[in-house]
T-cell receptor, first 112, second 116 residues
Framework: KQEVTQIPAALSVPEGENLVLNCSFTDSAIYNLQWFRQDPGKGLTSLLLIQSSQREQTSGRLNASLDKSSGRSTLYIAASQPGDSATYLCAADTGTASKLTFGTGTRLQVTL | GAVVSQHPSRVICKSGTSVKIECRSLDFQATTMFWYRQFPKQSLMLMATSNEGSKATYEQGVEKDKFLINHASLTLSTLTVTSAHPEDSSFYIC????????????FGPGTRLTVL
């Protein structure tokens, strides 16, 4: 059974800092690894999707990497802004009917 | 981009009543829709997978008679929480995918259910 863990559970950084969020998964037989953003009381916004054959994906100030062999993914946020404050979730897709197993999330607060 | 809506966004009901939540894909036909539940400060847990015209596949531990899922068309899936109890209070989120397994899932905004 796939288990996904995210560290840290919460993070507070001053505006402008670069930061890294970590995601680890127990079963390396994944189809892809996805990162989402969730604002309080809201649904999920897809940020990046890394296919199992890829090593990284970039979108603006976001860069996600994937190391299947070690069961790890990282989300790098450059030059953080207060608007980046949210909970970030990673999810592993086992490819079986597209079932996503979510991590518990990292609550990020970017302060002025 | 692909948009998924949910209705209602919030619902409060008395214990013992049934509540229906709708999930619609607004600008695409979804081959598969998923229903998730999220308790406060916890992550999303998949409840069931729904394909149009066929019975939903429920995850282990999810009562199919309590959480009725109907996927009548390629753009609409409904989740009915029957005989709701306070422990069913949660945030219910649906998602939809238009492609093959492994394709991006597009998430709805969620429905906050409170059972008194």
């Amino acid at each position: 059974k796939q288990e996904v863990t995210q560290i840290p559970a919460a993070l507070s950084v001053p505006e402008g800092e670069n930061l890294v969020l970590n995601c680890s998964f127990t079963d390396s037989a994944i189809y892809n690894l996805q990162w989402f953003r969730q604002d309080p009381g809201k649904g999920l916004t897809s940020l990046l999707l890394i296919q199992s054959s890829q090593r990284e994906q970039t979108s603006g100030r976001l860069n996600a990497s994937l190391d299947k062999s070690s069961g790890r993914s990282t989300l790098y946020i450059a030059a953080s802004q207060p608007g980046d404050s949210a909970t970030y979730l990673c999810a592993a897709d086992t490819g079986t009917a597209s079932k996503l197993t979510f991590g518990t999330g990292t609550r990020l607060q970017v302060t002025l | 981009g692909a948009v998924v809506s949910q209705h209602p966004s919030r619902v409060i009901c008395k214990s013992g009543t049934s509540v229906k939540i709708e999930c619609r894909s607004l600008d695409f036909q979804a081959t598969t829709m998923f229903w998730y539940r999220q308790f406060p400060k916890q992550s999303l847990m998949l409840m069931a997978t729904s394909n149009e015209g066929s019975k939903a596949t429920y995850e282990q531990g999810v009562e199919k008679d309590k959480f009725l899922i109907n996927h009548a068309s390629l753009t609409l899936s409904t989740l009915t929480v029957t005989s709701a109890h306070p422990e069913d209070s949660s945030f219910y989120i649906c998602s939809a995918t238009l492609g093959p397994p492994g394709d991006t899932q597009y998430f709805g905004p969620g429905t906050r259910l409170t059972v008194l």
